[in-house]
Structure formats: C-alpha cells, structure tokens
C-alpha cells in the first residue's frame, strides 16, 4: 500500500478545502489510512499520516482529478476531429488500465464506465477512419494521374517552337508538385506509383533532351557575353585611381556584369577574378577610411571607458536615489561625448554601460518589491496566522506531554519547527 507523506514546504501552504465528492467517495481511518467506496465497498488506497483528514482526501482526489482530466482531454480530441481513432483507442484503453484499481478518490466507477463508453464510440470512428483512407487514396491517384497528364501535354507540344523559359518553369512547377504530393500525400500502392512515374519520366526526359539540344546552340551568345564581360573588367580596373569615390560606379559597374548572362563556366570565373580584384582595390581604400575614423575616435572611446570605470561606483552606492542620480550624471556626460568608429566598438561601449543600467533598475524592482504596501499587509496576515497556528501547538504538545503521548508529541514539535520555520522566514 503507497505511503504519502508530506514534503517540507519553502512557504506555508493552506490546505485545499474537501470537495463533496471526495468526502462522498472517501473516508479517513485514525491510522491515516484512505479508503475509497467503489459500490457497497470500501478499498483502502493509501495512508497520509502527516496530514489532516481532510488533506489526505484532497490529496487523492486530486489524484481522481488527474485522471478525470485525462479522460476530458480525450474525449474533446474525439469529438473534435483530427485525431486517430486507433490512437485515442489505445491512449483510453491504457487509462483505463490505470484508473482500475487507481489509488485515488472519486466516482471510479463511473470514470471507468465514460472511458468504456468513449472506446466503444472509438470503434465506429476507426470503421470510418478506413473507409475515408480509401477515398483519400483514390482522390491521390486522380491527381498524380493529373500531373502526369499535364507533363505529357508539355511534352507533346512542337518542343521547337516554344519559350523555354516558361515550359521550364512549367515542367519545374509540376516537378514540385509531384514531390510534394509523394511526400504530403497518401502513400500510394507500389505498382500504381511506378506506373505513374515512368509516364512522367518519360515526359521530362522528352523535354530535357530538346531543351538541351536548344541550349547547344547559345554559343554565340556565350561569345557576346564573354565580349560584354572583358569591357567591364576594363572599366572597372580604370576606377582604381578615384579610391573611394570610385565605389558607386563600381556598383553600377557590378549590375551590368549581372546583367550581361553567362560567357561559360570557364570564362566567367577566369573574368569575374579580375573584375572582384578591382572592386577589392576600392574597398581596400575605403578601409584605411575606416581605419583613420577608429584612430580619430581613440580618445572618445577612452573617455567612455572612463565613465564605465567611474559608473562602477553606482553598484557599490547603498542609497538607491543617490545611485540613480549618479547614474543619471555619467549618461548625461556618456551622450555628449559623441559618436564613435567602428560601429561594433561603439555597441560594446553601451552594451557595459546598459549592464550597470539594468543592474541599477534590478535593485530598484527589488526595493520596490520589499517596500509596496500590499506585500507587507500580505506578510502581516501571514504572520498573524502562524502565530495563531503555533500557539495551539504549543497547547498540544503540552496536553501531549502530560499525557505521556509519544507519537502526539512528535508531530506536535516537528509541526512546530515547521511553523516556526515559515514565520522565521517571513521576518516576523
């Protein structure tokens, strides 16, 4: 038989009130033990020696409540749709294992009965379940059916009068369209499947071969390409002398290339090196810019560093209004010493400095915290309820002590330390 007993708590807790339907399903024997009533009979479940009666029936009608939430979960999942019925089958079946015999408090047997009633439902969903699959795959094959036909109408078109960029988009659109039907879709039967995608790899292969044979054709193109591209390197290397100022054009430059089509695989990589290493002259110009802007921002850092060092004192200031105050100064002064480069330099600086910023504002939440009103009337009524609690403890250990109670004066002193504890806690 489980053995609960109470765990030491952080905070006093104030025990949840007994349902009626825990005291209706439930008893308490002296001995702590919990029983439930399934029928004329009663079945012990536990024992909560550390508690109240009227805790240990809480305590397992919460364990009811688990289950009797479980179960609402279930049956909303059923009747909303959506879900496996074999998979709401199974999960009801196996809390309905648990519940039988469960060590808890409340109406088992009608529990038992509502889950019973909910597998039974299950059953004819399941029958559905089937038949609605079918017609699902069914609905499959007629749409794969339809992507192959429309490959197949592509592919029977006059292949060398047609615009391939938009018959290539075309077979790529059904191409995706078919991936995400096999990886979305109903699994379909093997044969079928196969059947299906010779007729669509037959079609793709016919439109792949007169596109290829098409694209043979481009040197000439190639050619013209190549001619565009030599020129741009040209012009882009003449921009070396204007340095910086020569970026924009480079840019303008850099939009043409793109725009210019492609020379070859070999071709393009052998010109694009050119072309990359006269914008990289640019940039290297723009740089030793940058650089003398971080040379000229060298004493602005130091006078943030500076008033990172002296904002420092405000974690070590006691008083919070003089601390924010402080605060208040080095932002006022951290503002007016400008902007600094790089960029990422300056985003450390105030990254430190919103660190002691919001340290600054923790302590202040905590202050206000420890300070509001309402949390000390809270603390207060607290107290005054321990207070109570531990004075007729006292009277109970006492009455236990004269009566040469043993087990009655251990629970009085241990409950005692506890109160004590949570008083202690709460600074009273």
């Known amino acids: 038989m489980p053995r609960v007993t109470a765990a030491p708590a952080a905070a006093p807790t104030v025990p949840a009130p007994v349902s ?5 399903w439930g008893r308490v024997a002296e001995d702590g033990t919990v029983e439930v009533r399934e029928g004329d009979d009663w079945r012990p479940v536990g024992q909560y020696p550390d508690g109240t009666p009227d805790e240990a029936l809480a305590y397992y009608a919460r364990k009811f409540d688990d ?11 059923a009747q909303g749709g959506g879900s496996s019925a074999s998979d709401l089958t199974k999960q009801a079946k196996h809390l309905l294992d648990e519940v039988t015999g469960a060590a808890a408090v409340g109406d088992l047997a009608g529990l038992r009965t509502r889950i019973e009633t909910l597998i039974s439902s299950l059953s004819e969903a399941a029958a559905k379940e089937a038949e609605a699959a079918k017609e699902a795959l069914d609905a499959a094959i007629a749409e794969r059916t339809v992507i192959v036909e429309k490959a197949e109408a592509i592919a029977g078109r006059d292949l060398a009068k047609v615009q391939w960029k938009q018959v290539t988009a075309e077979m790529a659109e ?3 369209a078919w991936q995400a039907h096999q990886q979305d879709g109903p699994r379909l039967p093997k044969g079928t499947a196969q059947q299906l995608w010779k007729r669509f790899r037959d079609a793709r292969s016919t439109v792949d071969k007169a596109r290829r044979a ?10 013209a390409a190549r001619d565009v591209k030599s020129r741009l390197v040209e012009r882009a290397e003449a921009l070396a002398p204007r340095g910086i100022d020569g970026i924009p054009a480079y840019r303008t430059l850099l ?4 725009a210019a089509g492609r020379a070859g695989r070999k071709a393009d990589d052998a010109l694009w ?8 002259a640019l ?3 723009r740089a030793e810019q940058a650089a003398a802007e971080e040379a000229d921002s060298a004493p602005r850092i130091e006078a943030r560093e500076a008033l990172l060092e002296e904002a420092k004192a405000v974690a070590d200031e006691p008083n919070l209004k003089r601390a924010r105050q402080l605060l208040t100064r080095i932002q006022r002064q951290w503002d007016e010493v400008g902007r600094i480069f790089p960029r990422e330099k300056e985003r450390a600086l105030d990254d430190r400095m919103r660190s002691i910023e919001q340290a600054l504002k923790s302590r202040e939440d905590v ?15 607290m107290s005054s309820q321990l207070l109570d609690a531990i004075e007729k403890l006292e009277q109970e250990l006492a009455a236990a002590e004269k009566a040469g109670d043993k087990k009655a004066v251990k629970e009085a002193t241990e409950a005692l330390a506890a109160r004590r504890a949570w008083l202690s806690a709460l600074g009273a």
Do not use: I, M, Q
């Not at 289950?67 to 999942?77: D, I, N």
């Not at 694209?215 to 193109?221: A, G, K, N």
């Not at 915290?369 to 207060?380: I, Q, S, V």
């Open 20 to 24: 009626s339907d825990a005291s209706e």
């Open 255 to 258: 939009d043409e290339w793109k």
């Open 367 to 381: 202050d206000w915290k420890k300070n509001n009103p309402e949390t000390k009337a809270r603390a207060n009524d």
């Open 273 to 280: 090196a050119k072309f990359k290493a006269a914008g990289d």
């Open 174 to 176: 059904l191409f995706d």
């Open 214 to 223: 098409f694209f043979s054709e481009l040197d000439d193109v190639h050619r």
């Open 67 to 77: 289950f009797a939430v479980k179960l609402g979960t279930l049956e909303t999942r």
């Open 283 to 285: 940039y290297a110009a």
